[in-house]
């Protein structure tokens, strides 16, 4: 079960005498740390070093309530999340992106196309390529994509199966992303059946 709380570490007191106010992710039997933009004094302070300020602890129970939200929501794509992963899951849950999606359904592949900016101008998005193996669940590729071919130069996602391997093309910010991505997408496929379903393009 993932957890969320607002802590405050008394070894970190700034030159300027305050704290960093912190969200601390605990998943897994692990925790990371995510700073806010909130700042605290030892006068809004207990003894306990708990925030004693009603007008930042409302605030913060607000953050705390939106993460909690997003966590469950996740439902049992939580499972595919180590610590690190959540926690960057729930710093850029609300980034923005830069484009305009739409689905198709083509034969056996699921095509996700996107309207970009030409050359990822705007975009911090990067195309990757994963590949997983469900019979070992340790063994992934991520790779970023440098070039194209002609027929995938717009894709979002584009999901395959090639040796029985699950192949995903996607954009994503980082490689973990992507990987999270690829986990929680067959997932889905597995659970609703279509991964039984998607034809081997292997080249025979």
């Given at each position: 079960?993932?957890?969320?709380?607002?802590?405050?570490?008394?070894?970190?007191?700034?030159?300027?005498?305050?704290?960093?106010?912190?969200?601390?992710?605990?998943?897994?039997?692990?925790?990371?740390?995510?700073?806010?933009?909130?700042?605290?004094?030892?006068?809004?302070?207990?003894?306990?070093?708990?925030?004693?300020?009603?007008?930042?602890?409302?605030?913060?129970?607000?953050?705390?309530?939106?993460?909690?939200e997003s966590i469950s929501q996740l439902g049992p794509k939580l499972d595919f999340f180590n610590v690190e992963e959540l926690k960057n899951y729930l710093r850029d849950k609300d980034k923005e992106v830069d484009f305009i999606a739409f689905c198709t359904l083509k034969g056996r592949y699921t095509i996700v196309e996107k309207e970009l900016n030409p050359f990822f101008v705007t975009s911090d998005l990067q195309p990757?390529?994963?590949?997983?193996?469900?019979?070992?669940?340790?063994?992934?590729?991520?790779?970023?994509?440098?070039?194209?071919?002609?027929?995938?130069?717009?894709?979002?996602?584009?999901?395959?199966?090639?040796?029985?391997?699950?192949?995903?093309?996607?954009?994503?910010?980082?490689?973990?992303?992507?990987?999270?991505?690829?986990?929680?997408?067959?997932?889905?496929?597995?659970?609703?059946?279509?991964?039984?379903?998607?034809?081997?393009?292997?080249?025979?």
């Open positions: 079960m993932a957890t969320v709380s607002a802590v405050v570490y008394q070894d970190q007191k700034k030159a300027d005498g305050t704290y960093n106010v912190k969200i601390r992710v605990f998943h897994k039997k692990e925790r990371r740390i995510l700073d806010t933009t909130h700042f605290v004094t030892d006068r809004q302070l207990d003894k306990e070093f708990k925030i004693k300020d009603k007008q930042l602890v409302k605030i913060l129970d607000e953050i705390l309530d939106d993460y909690r990757y390529l994963v590949v997983l193996h469900p019979w070992d669940e340790k063994h992934v590729m991520v790779e970023p994509i440098y070039a194209f071919d002609e027929e995938n130069d717009a894709f979002h996602e584009v999901v395959s199966k090639v040796d029985e391997a699950f192949f995903m093309y996607m954009y994503a910010a980082t490689w973990q992303e992507a990987e999270i991505k690829a986990r929680v997408r067959f997932k889905e496929m597995e659970d609703n059946g279509e991964w039984l379903l998607l034809k081997d393009t292997t080249d025979k």
